[in-house]
């Protein structure tokens, strides 16, 4: 309210008055409104070149002679919108046909699997996951090898 009281657009009533009266940081903070009311009541503003009336008129005259965008130009918009449209119904199309997800169907992802090489990192690492069920019967026989040591040589 203090920037509406200071430039008289509101009236000081007499609860604002007594407030002000008691609060010296709400009667400090009023002055300087009425302090930069003041200076904006003796600021003028600048007035505009004599000529600017004449420039802008040529310059409306210029853009006005200028030739207006035929009808490519409003033919070209709603072209290219309806081309990103069937690029995106493509794009929809084609994730939901392949198998969508990231890695396409489960198909590709066999396919992937089976193209690596033996004796590479990756191919090693996948044919152990593959092979897990009989490598890990490799430690019953290690098992059966040591009681059939025990057995035969008490």
């Known amino acids: 309210m203090m920037p509406d009281l200071a430039s008289g657009l509101m009236e000081v009533t007499p609860e604002i008055r007594g407030h002000l009266a008691g ?49 490519l130009t409003w033919f070209r918009r709603p072209v290219l919108a309806a081309a990103l449209t069937v690029l995106l119904g493509l794009g929809v199309g084609l994730f939901f046909t392949k198998g969508g997800g990231r890695y396409g169907s489960a198909d590709n992802v066999v396919a992937v699997i089976d193209s690596t090489e033996p004796g590479t990192a990756v191919g090693d690492l996948q044919a152990l996951e593959k092979n897990h069920d009989l490598y890990a019967d490799f430690d019953l026989l290690d098992d059966l090898e040591v009681q059939h040591d025990v057995v035969a040589n008490p």
């Open 23 to 71: 609060c010296v940081a709400c009667a400090g903070k009023m002055e300087e409104f009425r302090q930069t009311m003041a200076l904006l009541d003796e600021w003028k503003a600048p007035e505009p070149s004599p000529y600017f009336d004449v420039r802008l008129q040529a310059r409306l005259r210029e853009e006005m002679a200028k030739p207006q965008a035929g009808w």
